[in-house]
T-cell receptor
């Protein structure tokens, strides 16, 4: 069965520092990969997605992610974090066997310190 | 375009009652999915509707049901509420123009249900 692992439950980063959130997936073929962000009391907003092609994808708000097939990873990065980036981040997989469902990781909560 | 809207935003019910949540997708989107979000289990897929038909279903008991209307609006119903049903229920819509697992889903703000 497909699964998504986000190893870090909570990360604290200083404002202006770089950020990397880890995501590993388990799936036999190339999955469709997504990163979503959820601010307190809000729904999920799509940051970026990977379907095929260039393994480095750019998203909104200055985020990027790199798909590494050999490591089954899709890590999210940002070169300089802003206080407004504090939120919960979810990695998700879309796979043929899952139909239309997205399989989500448990999420990583990002805190930004000044 | 207006985003996905969900009503009500907050709801308090007691055990044994039933509840109906509503979701209006983005105009032109034909697929609506429902997810349950809890601190313990995270985000879990409930079901997905396309053209008034349930196309995909997650691993939830039969107390959870849904439907979709001809205008793509969707409702989900939970009967005989249990304390463990307290959660944020998120609705997501997608155009469903391509293979469903490739679709970007657009989420609403959710309905927070508290069962006492």
């Amino acid at each position: 069965a497909q699964s998504v692992t986000q190893p870090d439950i909570h990360i604290t980063v200083s404002e202006g520092a770089s950020l990397e959130l880890r995501c590993n997936y388990s799936y036999g073929a190339t999955p469709y990969l997504f990163w979503y962000v959820q601010s307190p009391g809000q729904g999920l907003q799509l940051l970026l997605k990977y379907f095929s092609g260039d393994t480095l994808v750019q998203g909104i708000k200055g985020f990027e992610a790199e798909f590494k097939r050999s490591q089954s990873s899709f890590n999210l990065r940002k070169p300089s974090v802003h206080w407004s980036d504090a939120a919960e981040y979810f990695c998700a997989v879309g796979a043929r066997q899952a139909g239309t469902a997205l399989i989500f990781g448990k999420g990583t909560t990002l805190s930004v310190s000044s | 375009k207006a985003g996905v809207t969900q009503t009500p935003r907050y709801l308090i019910k007691t055990r044994g009652q039933q509840v109906t949540l509503s979701c209006s997708p983005i105009s032109g989107h034909r697929s609506v999915s429902w997810y349950q979000q809890t601190p313990g289990q995270g985000l879990q897929f409930l079901f997905e509707y396309f053209s008034e038909t349930q196309r995909n279903k997650g691993n939830f008991p039969g107390r959870f049901s849904g439907r979709q209307f001809s205008n793509s609006r969707s409702e989900m119903n939970v009967s005989t509420l249990e304390l463990g049903d307290s959660a944020l229920y998120l609705c997501a819509s997608s155009p469903a123009g391509g293979p469903p697992y490739q679709e970007t889903q657009y989420f609403g703000p959710g309905t927070r249900l508290l069962v006492l």
